[in-house]
């Protein structure tokens, strides 16, 4: 009966250790074309917009086909991700504190190291605090443990 009353895609139930809810997921007109297109008619007009030019101008046609053309003037806007360095080609293990290739690797001229070399190569950080919950950490707080399951209430009434 609640989902029945429940308007697609915008309310949607959850199910959890704490109990059940119906929440609404009140998403704009360009996040619900970008999280809400699941349909096979959805995914061929995706194809589509893929075959039909450049990656970096997909988001622009697939919202332009959806009937956001208005959108494209906020994409041309929005600035555009640096590209990663390119990594080296090396093929020694680097040691993370000197930003250098390991000392303990193998010359350069024997080959690739074994896995189990790159592995003991590989020194852990010790400048910063484990997180919440992980060995050597804090605890973390029960509130927000996901272990926690709040005792089921008994639906019998007092007889």
């Not at 995914?43 to 086909?65: H, K, N, P, T």
């Not at 906020?74 to 555009?80: A, G, I, T």
């Not at 896995?115 to 707080?141: E, Q, S």
Request: glycine share 8%; with cysteine; proline share 14%.
């Amino acid at each position: 009966e609640i989902l029945g009353l429940a308007a697609p895609k915008r309310d949607y139930y959850a199910q959890t250790a704490r109990g059940n809810r119906l929440f609404e997921l009140g998403l704009g007109p360009i996040a619900l074309a970008l999280c809400g297109s699941a349909s096979p008619d959805d995914q061929r007009m995706i194809d589509r917009c893929v075959a039909d030019g450049e990656r970096d101008a997909f988001a622009a046609r697939f919202l332009a086909a959806k009937g956001l053309a208005w959108t494209s003037q906020l994409l041309e806007r929005w600035p555009r991700p640096t590209t990663a360095p390119a990594l080296p080609t090396t093929s020694r293990p680097i040691d993370p504190a000197e930003g250098s290739p390991a000392a303990s690797a193998a010359p350069p001229d024997s080959g690739s190291p074994s896995p189990k070399a790159a592995a003991r190569a590989v020194v852990p950080r010790t400048d910063t605090a484990p997180l919440p919950g992980l060995p050597g950490g804090p605890p973390m707080p029960e509130r927000l443990s996901p272990f926690r399951v709040a005792p089921a209430k008994s639906k019998r009434s007092g007889r």
